[in-house]
């Protein structure tokens, strides 16, 4: 069982919070929004009403000893970018935050590190993605410039090893799964074959995965 803190409990920070509470895990809800506090109180371990951009009131919290904190304070940019330095200044091992912006989300990369969330831009992009290209099957922003994709193989790849289709060599992605079903076989080898139902997890620049389904679109069509 992990550790996490989610600050911040609107729409975003609040769904994060219940999820990983249903999963288990131990969730501490920090809010300066009492009703907000109230409303996740059956769905965490301890939900507090407190300002996160005080760095005692962080320290008194424990939260240095998450796992991982969630910084998720809608438009309030300088209260984000303050408790996401502190954070980082405490020495906790993963912050994640939302950025109401992509010049938001550079400045908390730049100042703590941050694996940076822009849900609307995001669930855009998997959209978008999604009804452009119907083999990809999930998409993943990791960072600047890089994300994972699940694409379905197309039938030109049906029998062919990784080896032969040299994926990485021309493509510049790595494929790091394979999944069919209920299989899931991790960092697959040079040797593996292709077989149908397989679904490629890769992981690459975004400029290397778009070219990648360009080519699979087109022999998907073929």
């Known amino acids: 069982m992990a550790r996490f803190v989610v600050i911040g409990l609107g729409k975003f920070g609040g769904h994060v919070a219940r999820r990983l509470y249903e999963k288990g895990h131990e969730v501490i809800g920090i809010d300066s929004d009492k009703e907000r506090v109230q409303d996740l109180r059956d769905y965490a371990t301890q939900a507090v009403v407190a300002d996160s951009s005080d760095v005692a009131t962080l320290r008194s919290l424990g939260v240095a000893e ?18 996401a330095l502190y954070l980082r200044e405490m020495g906790v091992k993963r912050i994640v935050a939302k950025a109401v912006s992509p010049d938001h989300g550079k400045i908390l990369d730049l100042i703590a590190h941050t694996t940076v969330v822009l849900p609307e831009r995001d669930t855009a992009e998997r959209i978008a993605n999604a009804l452009a290209a119907p083999s990809i099957l999930e998409y993943l922003p ?17 029998g062919r090893s990784l080896a032969d289709l040299q994926v990485r060599k021309r493509y510049n992605v790595l494929v790091v799964a394979v999944k069919n079903g209920d299989r899931l076989e991790l960092v697959p080898g040079a040797s593996y074959a292709i077989q149908p139902g397989d679904v490629l997890v890769m992981i690459g620049r975004d400029e290397d995965l778009e070219v990648v389904t360009r080519i699979v679109e087109a022999r998907e069509a073929d």
Not at 70 to 79: K, N, P, T, W
Not at 146 to 154: C, D, K, Q, R, Y
């Open 142 to 158: 990791l960072g600047v410039g890089f994300s994972l994709l699940e694409v379905a193989a197309p039938p030109a790849f049906l």
């Open 66 to 83: 998450a796992d991982a904190v969630v910084v998720s304070l809608g438009e309030r940019m300088d209260a984000s970018i303050l408790t």
